[in-house]
């Protein structure tokens, strides 16, 4: 079961997830990051987080370069996030090549 939940304190908006995160709620991510705009008052909790699809791990990776925290991040999931980054890397100079 997955769920996210929406906490408004002091100025900054987190979104606390919990539950396996698959690909099919990505999109229900993506709104709740759209309503409130993408803005550097945003952050993502993961904490709760105790399985995770490898897609939302590329999904998360992606959005943290562009300015979102993960706050509480499993080390497993930061791990992972590294791992898809190097990947991704290493992909993008193999086609410069």
């Not at 079961?1 to 906490?7: D, Y």
């Not at 900054?12 to 396996?20: A, D, K, N, P, Q």
């Not at 759209?34 to 992606?62: K, P, W, Y």
Request: hydrophobic share 40%; with cysteine; glycine share 4%.
């Amino acid at each position: 079961m997955w769920r996210m939940k929406k906490v408004v304190d002091r100025g900054w908006v987190t979104l606390r997830m919990s539950g396996h995160l698959e690909a099919e709620h990505l999109a229900e991510i993506q709104n709740a990051l759209a309503d409130e705009g993408m803005n550097e008052n945003v952050v993502l909790d993961l904490s709760e987080v105790t399985v995770i699809a490898q897609e939302a791990v590329r999904f998360l990776a992606h959005f943290e370069v562009n300015r979102l925290d993960l706050h509480k991040c499993p080390a497993y999931i930061r791990d992972w996030i590294a791992q898809e980054r190097k990947a991704t890397r290493r992909g993008q100079s193999d086609s410069n090549d």
